[in-house]
């Protein structure tokens, strides 16, 4: 007698090339079952789980009746306790939690914990914070930023280091200020402009989802038929490079990454695709407004405008985009034989109005700068205003059919990396305490008094991304350095945008795209290093190069694109 069921198990977790024919699934009664795996498009595995056809085995002697069995009788069994670069450690199976975890490091622990103890006790001692309140504040940030660095290590979430370093920091800056309505007065400055990235960031991470479980990109991908290792290294890269110019770099990666799954077997070529699906979103997203979370920061309080940082700046990130493309065609890898395709490309479906969603979303996205030029109101509202239309007609579209649901704006937010916007959070308001204590000014007096070349100290900016989160270093710089030092749309902060965004590529846990990629495909820091950052350090220092020169020379996209009418 033949039983089915349906799991849905919601993991993220499923960043292998091939699930495995059998899954560690079973029954709660422990009865035996037979296994078949359906493969699914990317945003289902990452976003809405895998689903796995259950049958029970068959026998000679038939059972007796069965009730009706619930989705709830099976459980899916974590064998790996695997999680995907976004997730927490509370997404992993706390039954295998329990089992299996055990500390890598419980000294470097115990230091960390006693380090922020004597921080703590060290703001509770209020004469001594209110006497050296710029120590207590730079030992608070060294210990947070520390604990984000060391995430993995210490098993503690980035996110939630975050938002205790920046209450903790503004704790300190409450005691040392002049007087706490001060304090209140900076921290609620502070609160407006940091609240304008989150909004921005909350909407357009929704409007992508959407696109995403509608499938959308399935657009894209289909026109991408070549096998040719060669060819497909460009087009790769290419791609990316424009779709992380409306994307985020990071979605971007997430959607190529898996794309690439579908289109090349496990073997180091598809690695190396990976690395260039890293630079290319990394390159794409500096040269737009919208395609990088540092250049949206320097967009939205003013630094760039949208015209002129996509005039400056297309040319040096196309460059640090082709300069290492060619050199990795160079490589054995890209000069073996043509790749395999395979058939689960062509079992993905689009949804119902699939690229009438598309097509809308896409044209919210690009309509946020035009809202802003048209109403001179900030970038969150154009975005918002997108996110209400979107959810207007996906509500009308999918009205009555229950089976939809998982299309609808309220299932998209469930989705998305809201972990991701919190860390922002917290970070953006440790940096704003900084700046309201006047420690990053001072830092600006020394990298003057030493560095009197405002090009290098951009270049340097860039190569401490590679180490450090570039969302922190780019909010210190804009801390450093205001509007009356360098105006709008000057060389300075047009570098600043771009070697921020490219220089994470240089190595794979500078860049949020590059730590989705090794969590994606299980690549190892030092095979990075080895293969790919020589070629990414090389397109960095090229695109510095040709940014410069073409300020020299004048060269920048046709000046005929301010005759667009709302953008000039």
């Known amino acids: 007698m033949s039983l089915s069921s349906c799991l849905l198990a919601g993991t993220r977790a499923a960043a292998s090339p091939s699930f495995p024919s059998s899954a560690a699934i079973r029954r709660r009664d422990h009865r035996p079952l037979t296994v078949s795996v359906v493969p699914l498009s990317p945003s289902q595995q990452w976003r809405h789980g895998l689903r796995f056809c259950c049958a029970s085995s068959t026998s000679s002697s038939p059972p007796p009746p069965a009730p009706p069995e619930e989705p709830d009788d099976y459980e899916l069994l974590d064998t790996t306790g695997n999680c995907d670069p976004l997730c927490s450690v509370d997404e992993v199976s706390s039954q295998y939690f329990e089992a299996n975890y055990k500390p890598k490091n419980d000294l470097l622990k115990a230091l960390t914990i006693i380090g922020t103890a004597l921080a703590g006790a060290a703001a509770i001692n209020h004469s001594w914070v209110a006497a050296n309140q710029d120590i207590a504040m730079v030992l608070v940030f060294a210990i947070g930023y520390a604990g984000i660095i060391f995430e993995e290590s210490l098993a503690f979430n980035k996110s939630g280091v975050a938002l205790l370093m920046a209450v903790c920091l503004w704790v300190i800056r409450s005691i040392g200020a002049p007087s706490t309505d001060v304090a209140v007065q900076e921290l609620s400055h502070t609160t407006s402009e940091v609240s304008e990235i989150v909004f921005f960031l ?74 260039v699906v890293v630079i290319a979103a990394n390159a794409g997203g500096a040269w737009t407004p919208i395609g990088d979370v540092t250049t949206t920061m320097l967009w939205i309080h003013g630094q760039i405008t949208t015209l002129k940082i996509m005039q400056g700046l297309f040319i040096p990130s196309a460059v640090s985009l082709a300069v290492p493309l060619a050199l990795m065609s160079l490589t054995s890898e890209a000069n073996g034989s043509s790749q395999k395709s395979s058939s689960l490309l062509s079992s993905e479906q689009m949804a119902p109005r699939g690229q009438l ?38 509500d009308a579209i999918h009205y009555g059919d229950a089976e939809r649901q998982r299309l609808k704006v309220p299932q ?65 710089t804009m801390g450093m350095y205001d509007l009356t030092s360098f105006p709008p749309d000057s060389d300075f902060w047009q570098l600043v945008a771009f070697c921020a965004g490219t220089g994470g590529s240089m190595l794979i846990i500078g860049s949020a795209a590059g730590v989705a990629f090794m969590g994606m495909e299980k690549v190892d820091f030092f095979w990075y290093f080895r293969k790919v950052s020589g070629f990414a350090l090389a397109g960095y220092a090229a695109g510095i190069i040709s940014y410069l020169a073409a300020q020299n020379l004048h060269l920048s996209l046709p000046t005929s694109l301010a005759e667009i009418p709302f953008i000039s």
């Open 202 to 275: 909350l909407g357009a991470m929704t409007i992508v989802e959407i696109v995403d479980a509608h499938q959308g990109f399935k657009l894209v991908t289909d026109n991408i038929s070549t096998r040719n290792p060669k060819t497909l290294l460009w087009v790769i890269g290419i791609v990316t490079f424009f779709l992380s110019s409306i994307l985020d770099n990071l979605t971007s990666t997430i959607v190529m990454v898996s794309l690439l799954r579908k289109l090349v077997p496990p073997s180091e070529y598809r690695k190396l695709l990976g690395a």
């Open 357 to 394: 969603v598309l097509g809308v979303g896409v044209g919210a996205l690009v309509f946020v700068p035009i809202f802003k030029a048209l109403t001179g109101l900030p970038p969150f509202m154009g975005m918002l205003l997108g996110l209400g239309i979107l959810w207007i007609l996906t």
């Open 412 to 476: 998209a937010l469930s989705r998305i990396d809201t972990q991701g916007i919190l860390f922002f959070l917290g970070i953006l308001l440790s940096v704003g305490s900084l700046e309201s204590a006047g420690i990053l000014r001072q830092l600006a007096n020394y990298l003057d008094a030493n560095i009197p070349n405002a090009d290098l100290i951009a270049s340097a900016i860039g190569v401490a991304s590679a180490v450090i989160d570039n969302v922190p270093l780019v909010a210190a």
